[in-house]
């Protein structure tokens, strides 16, 4: 834990020092903010751009075959196969893909269209992860968003960087890791000694409503929230739970305590701000109906992953020496817990069309509301 923080300080201070990087004329400078809505990302591998690569710690996807299915076939430290969640999004709002926060590529003109400070393995709780060492935990991702800010108001000022980050596009995706890798790790973790389920289940929404309250109070006011998929039926959590294949029924248990709790303090939250800053994305809904009408979807294998190993391929990590299946498109799960890049794209036509499971509203709405 301590080398971890030690490591994150290090890097805080390393972005600090680029805020006097590159500098750009105004009248560039304000064509290229009235442009395009930028767009900020948080969260763990759900939506994780390639943070993890600049770390040192063993959640990353950058060895083949992920990436195998992206333009350049080659990994970038997205888990998938191709794009996340993120790239659809940014593709849909006119946002080329992300670049990482830590990549140093991200500096000058390129600091307006947005950054992704999402880090594979972090949870809502600091102590999830932990067997990961160094990654970006949500305290250093949001601290990271101020430095952003610093930076970005160094190039086009402090008004007009306020203007760009409220008009922005945000999402983060977290909870999944703080029952996966935290609560459920092992048998006997601390925290399930620690809290009974629903104990557990109110200390993350209660922590989560904390970092979404720290988004806003940094300037966030259209914020994407998904919360966790139907995790019980991850191809890794029915290689261990599962007796013949169908979901799993503790952890099932725990996401269908959990989302709806999240949806609801959303739901308090916006009403206490008096305005829809935050946007709920019931991934865990939409992901169950490919799960369960997998045919509606075009989807021929729900419960086993493309890249992996053992039963339902879905114990240890997706590498070169694993089964890949020929057909990524008919697949749900890329890796044990990942999604395909099918699957995103199915995902995110919901939260952009979608009928059912976007509260209060699906994101063309809030786009055309605030045009
Ligand atoms: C997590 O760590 C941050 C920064 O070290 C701290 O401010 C925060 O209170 C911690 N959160 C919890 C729930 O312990
Ligand atoms: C949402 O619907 C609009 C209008 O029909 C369409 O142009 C757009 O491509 C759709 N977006 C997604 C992500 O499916």
Redesign the pocket.
Known sequence: MLSS?ILVNILVFFSLNHVCGARISPTDSSRIVNDHRAFFVFGDSLVDNGNNNFLVTTARADSPPYGIDSLSHRPTGRFSNGRNIPDLIGEQIGVDPLLPYLDPELDGKKLLKGANFASAGIGI??DTGFQFVNII????QLAFFETYQKRVAALIGTEKTKKLVNEALVLITCGGNDFVNNYYLVRYSLRSFQYRLPAYVQLLTT?YE?ILMRLYNLGARNVLVTATGPLGCAPSVIALRSRNGECATELQRAADLFNPQVTAMIWLLNKKLGSDVFISVEAHHIFYDFITKPKAFGFDMTNKACCGQGPYNGLGLCTALSNLCPDRAKYVYWDGYHPTERANRLVVQEIFNGTKYMKPMILSTLLSMKA
């Open positions: 923080i709780l600091n935990r949500m305290p250093y922590e904390k």
